[in-house]
């Protein structure tokens, strides 16, 4: 039996920034960042590590809603934040380094953002 | 401010045998700013789980890379398990693990051998690519495959270990442990080695948890976080604490790896002596509804398999948050103030695989 907590805590957009800023001030370290195509919508989950947990903050944003970066609070956060916007076509704001679609050398735009 | 200018590493590079790109800022030989590209190779196979069967699809899962193709597998199958609410049984738990060490076992001495080369050390990378030939022709007797073993599926494991296989097994490892004492003598105790590992790359405890470091290189920077802790497959009945340094140097993160190689050496004899009798799969019922973040320790850090299914054959996403993605950040940062010269080296140190970072 594995060990740990591992959670799934839903967020709103304006609750976001502070939540992942509680995150850092508790001494949590980021572990991934993935998005989900919903319809019309994404489903953008967050993951935390502290000791053995795992606490996954869950954003739900429409297609055109521009979604606040983390890289002033986790710098390293920049490559997964250019591969949800360069493969699903995320919109995410003011991300430290912005490769702009050129992350990836791929023929289709948002090869992630269709079904199928 | 002196003069800027800028050098393009990569992607093709004789110490990378895959490609990346840095566009390396120099003041004289100084490294003061490096801007990676990646992308080169990217096979979009996390989209290929919503045309294949979730159980096909762990085939598919292990070819993100042929170094840690079984941790793939492994890490997908476990988050599906999950889902379903499988229980594997207790046999194919500890044949997980086994596989899993020798995987890391193969995979250190792979990067031995790599950093050896990039030292233009060739006997030394000869004779750790030696080493590792033992291994992976035990997962030839034992899987069938030397990359590649296709032995993990949803609900236990397709290929049994008798007796026999397993004392050959801890024979081969025995004999492993033996070579591999003069060659840790050399990377560890050779003066030309240290002088070219010794303080390149300083990556102290506090930046590398916040710039997302894990594996060798988080424990080389002394923090003992280690993703086996969890007790996933059969870690919670073996005994091991996680192998850290504190220099968080290139030289602590090769010692890190060679301890690691050791630390693996004594899991599997444990998993070959507690390893209980019985089935090695279950039958596996329904298709998967709902999600889970499963995370596993590789060769190379911490990796996260995401699922979600909405109870279709076909599995809604699944996402591989792999080791080196974590790590490129704060390689960016070790690479500033270092010496062109090093760039190489101090690259290799983060052990990059880039087939997992671009699956």
Redesign the interface.
């Known amino acids: 039996?594995?060990?740990?907590k591992?959670t799934?805590e839903p967020v709103k957009a304006e609750d976001f920034l502070p939540a992942v800023i509680h995150c850092k001030m508790q001494g949590w370290?980021?572990?991934?960042?993935?998005a989900?195509?919903l319809p019309g919508r994404y489903e953008l989950?967050y993951?935390f590590?502290k000791d053995?947990a795992?606490r996954?903050l869950r954003l739900v944003v429409d297609e055109t809603d521009r979604v606040p970066s983390i890289t002033q609070i986790?710098?390293?956060?920049?490559?997964?934040e250019n591969e949800m916007a360069e493969l699903f076509g995320v919109q995410v704001a003011d991300i430290s380094?912005d490769?702009r679609q050129?992350?990836?050398?791929?023929a289709r735009e948002t090869?992630?953002k269709e079904?199928? | 401010m002196a003069k800027q200018s800028i050098v393009p590493f990569g992607p093709q590079h004789p110490v990378l045998p895959e490609p990346v790109h840095l566009d390396l800022v120099l003041e004289d030989e100084v490294v003061v700013k490096a801007v990676p590209s990646i992308g080169f190779v990217h096979r979009g196979l996390e989209k290929l789980v919503e045309t294949k069967d979730f159980k096909e699809y762990v085939y598919i899962a292990e070819r993100v890379c042929g170094i840690c193709s079984f941790g793939h597998g492994m890490g997908y199958c476990q988050s599906v398990e999950h889902i379903l609410g499988v229980e594997v049984p207790r046999r194919a738990d500890y044949l997980r693990t086994i596989w899993m060490e020798m995987s890391r076992i193969h995979s250190h001495l792979l990067w031995l051998g790599l950093l050896a080369d990039a030292m233009g050390f060739e006997s030394l990378f000869m004779q750790s690519w030696r080493l590792r030939e033992k291994i992976l022709d035990m997962f030839d007797a034992t899987t069938g495959g030397r990359i590649i073993f296709s032995v993990n599926c949803i609900g236990g494991v397709l290929k049994d270990m008798d007796n026999g296989m397993l004392r050959r097994l801890v024979e081969t490892l025995d004999s492993i442990e033996r070579d591999l004492r003069p060659l840790a003598d050399t990377f560890l105790q050779d003066y030309t080695v240290g002088t070219r590992l010794i303080g390149l790359g300083v990556l102290k405890g506090e930046d590398a948890t916040l710039a997302g470091a894990v594996g060798p290189m988080l424990r080389a920077s002394g923090v003992g976080y280690d993703a086996r802790q969890l007790g996933y497959a059969a870690y919670n009945d073996l005994d091991f604490a996680p192998v850290t340094a504190q220099e968080g140097d290139s030289y602590a993160r090769c010692q890190v790896r060679i301890q690691e190689i050791y630390q693996s050496i004594r899991l599997i004899r444990q998993a070959a002596d507690k390893i209980p009798n019985g089935p090695i799969s279950v039958p596996v019922k329904g298709n998967p509804n709902g999600e889970y973040f499963q995370r596993i320790e590789q060769p190379r850090g911490e990796a996260v398999y995401y699922v979600k299914g909405s109870g279709g054959k076909f599995i809604d996403r699944f996402r591989l948050r792999t080791p080196t993605t974590s790590n490129i950040p704060p390689m960016l940062d070790m690479l500033k103030g270092c010496q062109l010269a090093d760039v190489p080296l101090l690259i290799l140190t983060i052990d990059p695989c880039i087939s997992c970072t671009e699956r």
């Open positions: 039996m594995e060990q740990g591992n799934i370290r980021l572990v991934q960042l993935c989900t195509r989950s993951s590590a053995l795992l996954t986790y710098p390293g956060a920049f490559l997964q380094r490769y050129k992350l990836y050398r791929i090869p992630f079904k199928g």
